[in-house]
């Protein structure tokens, strides 16, 4: 790591630390403050960072291991080990999986950041948690981190093939410090850029937005009468292709409709649902969805957690915003769903720099989910 030069950023007031957008992470990378660990380009996303993976160096692992702060992942990968999986092996149903991916870091001191599963890998339930060098923490970037990354892979719908080595599973957002709208620039900021639709189109009124109970997020709810969703068919069987419309969804899912506005979930089931409100992000902020909350009931309702600026964000669309759609998997035996119950909450941090227009998620960047109707399935099942 002793080739990077490190970027010098000066030090902001905690009003003014805000999350890094396109503009500045293309900035780190011109720094090399982020880095391909070989010839390869790194394209930012509006607001975060895909993480193209190494698929020439996987490792089947015994189980998911976690650093102490004084150890390397690749040590770890060393010692524990049980054999390198070539490309025409597969990932394994319920196993875990190591991979290096092709990104390096050499933060300044004042940036850290977090990771997410990426929207495709959630909807088909491969689990893909980031790991650092001495950080005993998934998903967790430390302020001036300087290191590889690695990415550990856990599917549980079926098994996965590597015919096609290309696709990014996991992403990562960085920022200075963390700087949350509070309850009253939340309500604001809503009131002139709306961050909830209704199912029509409609800005939701400030006072009808609930609140989460830290007042510095937004809940969201489940719909069980405009959408139907889909249940997940457990397949040791069959795998997985990671290549757009490869793949049969009748194979992997099942529709599942609720009857009068309620749904039975079962444990360890894994089900794709959709939003009640129409989540719009617009330009100057991004949206994050908060981690499972057990308050809320004993499931956990996502996997992927990023939504980019631009997503939903065009007023002059017939119906603003997009359906959020939901990865939920219950942890009791069985547990009632009904319509308009909290699901998850949103929390709104302001960028740095706003993101540029023809940057933006959306039509312009081809994204896969721009603008959803409907809970969606992953873009590697046929339409």
Known sequence: MGEFTRLRIPCY????????????LLDLIRSKAIRHTQEG??????????????????????????????????????RES??????????????????????????PESISGNANNKSSSGRINLQSRLLLDGVPLFDTIPPGYCGPLWVELHPELAPISLKNPHANLNQIRLREGRHLL???????????????YDREGHAVAANELHLGADHQSLNVHVDFFSTHGWKGIRRADLPLELQ??????????????????RLVVNQN????????????????????????????????SHFAGFFDPGNGSDRSARRPGFVVTMEVIPMESAIQLRHAQPMFAIEIERLRTPCPAEHAYGK???SHYHGDDGPRLARWFNP
């Open 13 to 24: 007031d905690v009003a003014s630390i805000m999350t890094l957008s396109f503009p500045d």
């Open 41 to 78: 380009a790194i394209e930012p996303q509006p607001a975060s960072l895909d993480l193209p993976l190494d698929w020439s160096r996987v490792h089947r692992m015994p189980c998911s291991i976690l650093p102490r702060p004084d150890e390397s992942i690749s040590s770890i990968v060393q």
């Open 82 to 107: 049980l054999y390198r999986v070539t490309r025409d092996q597969l990932l394994e149903l319920g196993h875990y999986y190591l991979v290096p991916t092709f990104v390096a870091l050499d933060l």
């Open 182 to 196: 509070s309850r009253g620039d939340l309500i604001a900021y809503h009131e002139q850029s709306p961050l909830l």
């Open 244 to 261: 757009s419309h490869a793949n049969a969804a009748g194979k992997f899912f099942e529709p599942i409709a609720a009857a009068n506005g």
């Open 269 to 300: 089931d894994f089900y794709i649902l959709g939003s009640l409100e129409r989540v719009s992000n617009p330009l100057d902020v991004c949206i994050t969805m908060r981690p499972f909350d057990p308050t809320h009931g004993e499931f956990r």
């Open 364 to 366: 312009a960047r081809s």
